[in-house]
């Protein structure tokens, strides 16, 4: 909307600012919410403040609210990490040391994950011998930014804090604001995500990064949505996060990019992406690394975004998603044969809304989709169904057993609209 492109109040003198008012230009239509702004420190909190405090450098907690404000009236949404944890000069440590784990000459302990240790990091005692003061905190801060407008919170490693919490603090805050979004950062074993679910979480993060063929993507997409699992556990599949840059992504160029942006984006109605995914960031810390080498968890990253980019797909992508009902939905998912190996087949229906969707899952070369028969797809025996691409807006008259060239340097794949064509079936 152009009219929502207007000038605003705001000179860009802190970083919020700034950030606040880079969402003015053309990339709004991108995205349908916002992490928060950030400095790359790993550990929460200093000696400016801990979790309800804004760092200086960044700006103030009105500053805060201008972009979260900003954000709205665009038609986004900020969400927030959530993380419980405490660097050495979070204000916690001074005055509640009971709180965290003490070793037997007084000193407090860091995290540990051998063989790694992480010095900066100070967690938290959960079962310490002031538990409802701990937890009471820990509830009262997402009850302050709350205040502040936040509904969406993106819960760091949940999985490492005790089921007790999570039950009670998903409960306390649920009591008065239902509309609060918890999703879980866990990348565990799939028992526990399972009960992360159960305890209230509403989104999950999954294990879509690691699936990557048409045959592993299929079973998966076929656990979320058609076992039991599906009455419990929303699955939100992030394209990649700060700590995961998958092989296929760095081997595969632009092309690997566009598979996965069209997989997440069409799959379930849950998706997202992390900042660099849209400018094709794919160098690894080094070899066999998921890491990326220029982490955001270390450093500030400046970014040119004029050079090559997704932003046209996403934003067509986006688009489409908010006008069909069927991508709109869970469990609306069914796989058919594609006739290779390599092409990923599924419909996605809802009324008035049929779709088909294609993806070439190779990034390296092209192949080709081979239409099912019309009653493989629920439509009448011997029909002719009309397509549209809704990413370019072509249209064809089709039948089953038509071959469809898909080139993941053009396109990864198709996202059709299907109607049955009256005048090619002869009724």
Not at 22 to 47: C, K, S
Not at 150 to 162: G, I, L, M, W
Not at 211 to 232: G, I, K, Q
Not at 371 to 397: I, N
């Amino acid at each position: 909307d152009a009219t929502k492109h207007k000038a605003i109040e705001g000179d860009g003198t802190t970083e919020i600012r700034d950030a606040a008012l880079t969402m003015w230009g053309d990339r709004p239509a991108l995205v349908f919410g916002t992490w928060r702004v950030e400095r790359p420190i790993w550990a929460i909190g200093n000696a400016d403040g801990g979790h309800t405090a804004v760092a200086p450098e960044l700006g103030t907690l009105e500053d805060f609210r201008f972009f979260r404000e900003t954000a709205e009236r665009l038609g986004m949404e900020v969400a927030l990490d959530y993380a419980l944890q405490c660097s050495p000069d979070h204000p916690w440590v001074r005055e509640h040391p009971e709180w965290f784990f003490v070793r037997p000459d007084g000193t407090i302990k860091y995290a540990e994950n051998p063989p790694k240790k992480y010095q900066d990091i100070y967690p938290l005692n959960f079962w310490c011998d002031d538990r409802e003061g701990l937890w009471t905190a820990c509830r009262d801060i997402l009850l302050f930014w709350i205040d502040q407008g936040v509904r969406t919170f993106r819960v760091d490693n949940p999985h490492t804090k005790p089921s007790a919490f999570w039950e009670w603090v998903i409960a306390e805050v649920h009591r008065d604001h239902p509309e609060v979004i918890f999703l879980a950062e866990a990348f565990t074993r799939p028992k526990r995500m399972k009960q992360l679910a159960k305890l209230g979480f509403t989104q999950s993060y999954t294990y879509f990064t690691w699936r990557n063929t048409a045959a592993e993507l299929e079973e998966y997409l076929e656990e979320l949505t058609s076992t039991p699992m599906v009455e419990y556990f929303r699955g939100n599949l992030f394209t990649n996060t700060p700590d995961i840059l998958h092989e296929y992504l760095q081997r595969g160029g632009p092309p690997a990019f566009r598979v996965r942006l069209l997989l997440a984006g069409t799959l379930l109605p849950l998706y997202g992406i992390y900042s660099g995914f849209e400018l094709f960031e794919s160098e690894p810390l080094e070899a066999g690394s998921e890491e990326y080498l220029h982490s955001e968890k270390y450093q500030v990253r400046p970014r040119d975004w004029t050079g090559p980019n997704l932003d046209a797909e996403i934003t067509r992508l986006n688009s489409v998603r908010r006008s069909s009902p069927a991508l709109q939905q869970y469990r609306n998912i069914s796989f058919v044969p594609s006739g290779d190996e390599h092409v990923l087949a599924y419909r996605k229906t809802a009324p008035n809304d049929y779709l088909l969707v294609l993806v070439n899952v190779d990034p390296m070369r092209p192949h080709q989709a081979i239409l099912p028969p019309p009653e493989v797809l629920d439509l009448p025996e011997g029909a002719t169904f009309r397509l549209e691409d809704l990413l370019t807006g072509d249209t064809r008259r089709a039948r089953g057993g038509d071959a469809m060239e898909l080139d993941p340097e053009i396109g990864a794949g198709r996202i059709l609209r299907v109607t049955i064509d009256e005048e090619g079936t002869g009724t």
